[in-house]
């Protein structure tokens, strides 16, 4: 019989049935890379100012500044392609959850941040389950990245978090 590599989860997001991971869409893979040279791209833009500067060469530093600036926003603009790639799909009008997966901290801290604000005004449920993940896709040395931002923003609004039952890598917020 035929084994199909993929599944579904809530979101209609894909999710690798070997490893459990999630697959995103090739948009949001395409977007991350972008701004991945982008963000490459100007840095070595930053470099090279400076050391022009330094040499004296004022005009040269300048342009390469302002081109390092055009690459900045050129990434930021990718990057928030790759959100949108992420958070559309799990139609955040109408639902009481919010899974963070695959953004960036401060992405995920603004995307949180949003959402609970959005769902207070809607004034539609009591409680919204914010999915952080547990940290296992982090680097070694870091530990969980998201979890703990997403904690000090509902310390930082007042917000009141409860645990979620058998899954360390959500929350249940109380509205």
């Not at 979101?11 to 490893?19: L, P, S």
């Not at 100012?49 to 500044?65: I, N, Y």
């Not at 928030?80 to 995920?108: N, W």
């Amino acid at each position: 019989t035929f084994t199909p590599e993929f599944q579904y989860d809530q979101f209609g997001n894909k999710v690798d049935v070997v490893t459990g991971g999630r697959v995103w869409s090739e948009a949001y893979y395409r977007a991350r890379k972008e701004a991945d040279f982008h963000a490459n791209q100007r840095g070595q833009c930053f470099e090279r100012s400076k050391k022009a500067f330094d040499d004296g060469r004022k005009k040269e530093a300048k342009e390469l500044s302002d081109e390092g600036k055009d690459h900045g926003r050129k990434m930021e603009e990718a990057n928030r392609r790759a959100v949108e790639e992420i958070l559309k799909p799990q139609g955040l009008e109408t639902s009481p959850k919010i899974d963070l997966h695959g953004l960036l901290v401060a992405e995920a801290v603004d995307a949180c941040r949003q959402f609970v604000r959005a769902a207070k005004v809607a004034g539609t449920f009591q409680q919204l389950e914010i999915i952080t993940g547990a940290g296992h896709h982090s680097a070694k040395d870091k530990g969980p990245v998201i979890k703990p931002a997403i904690v000090d923003l509902c310390g930082i609004e007042k917000w009141q978090l409860e645990a979620t039952p058998n899954n360390e890598g959500s929350f249940i917020l109380l509205l």
